[in-house]
């Protein structure tokens, strides 16, 4: 048996193919990433795959939307958007402090809820020591005097209203956005999520 693994460690066939499996698998994984990035628009920073989940999408596109977006809904039944970077183009950092500016009546339009979810830059929910990552349409968010809703993004608890804020890990993270059953401005891209700001001090 030791002369069997020693004749596949010396084996340049063996070596070849091994080689040519890895090399087969990273051009798939660029070429997967490459196809989803042509279906993916991005506005004010946040991206949306408004074609995820389509039957007619054919086989290589539905391979990489479904390696983007695994196991997600079809746009018009959930909306999804992500972003990674604030309105300068930086990325997003827990040691920062960032808002949310929704003007009056211009929270995310949907016939069942909405939410918005800090996570890792993978997607996975991080915990925090508030144990508060994401708000939603039944948060109880508290309006500024002309109608407006502000979303604080940030590791520590700020003042005033505690329902209008997401804790964020430390770190990099990104910001996930879903409107549930959105309404027709979503679906046909009327509707725009404001740019993240971060907060200067």
């Known amino acids: 048996m030791s002369g069997f693994f020693s004749w596949v460690a010396g084996s340049g066939v063996v070596q070849g193919v091994i080689m040519g499996l890895t090399f087969a698998y990273l051009t798939t994984v660029l070429l997967l990433n490459a196809v989803a990035k042509t279906k993916t628009t991005t506005v004010n920073g ?8 389509h039957p007619g999408n054919g086989l290589l596109a539905r391979a990489a939307l479904q390696k983007a977006l ?3 809904n079809v746009f018009e039944e959930a909306a999804y958007w992500t972003a990674t970077s604030d309105d300068t183009g930086a990325r997003l950092s827990g040691e920062h402090a960032y808002r949310l500016h929704f003007p009056a009546g ?7 809820f909405w939410s918005l979810t800090a996570t890792d830059t993978v997607g996975y929910m991080v915990g925090t020591a508030a144990g508060r990552s994401s708000v939603d349409s039944h948060s ?5 005097a002309d109608g407006s809703v502000d979303i604080l993004m940030q590791p520590h608890q ?3 209203a505690p329902g209008n804020w997401v804790a964020t890990p430390p770190g990099r993270f990104k910001l996930m956005l879903r409107a549930y059953l959105p309404a027709a401005s ?3 891209g009327d509707y725009q999520v404001p740019p993240v700001a971060r907060v200067r001090s």
């Open 46 to 53: 946040w991206s949306a795959i408004r074609k995820a989940g």
């Open 70 to 72: 695994p196991v997600v």
């Open 106 to 112: 211009r929270l995310p339009p949907n016939d069942a």
């Open 140 to 144: 109880g968010l508290v309006a500024n």
């Open 158 to 160: 700020p003042p005033g």
């Open 186 to 188: 979503v679906v046909n």
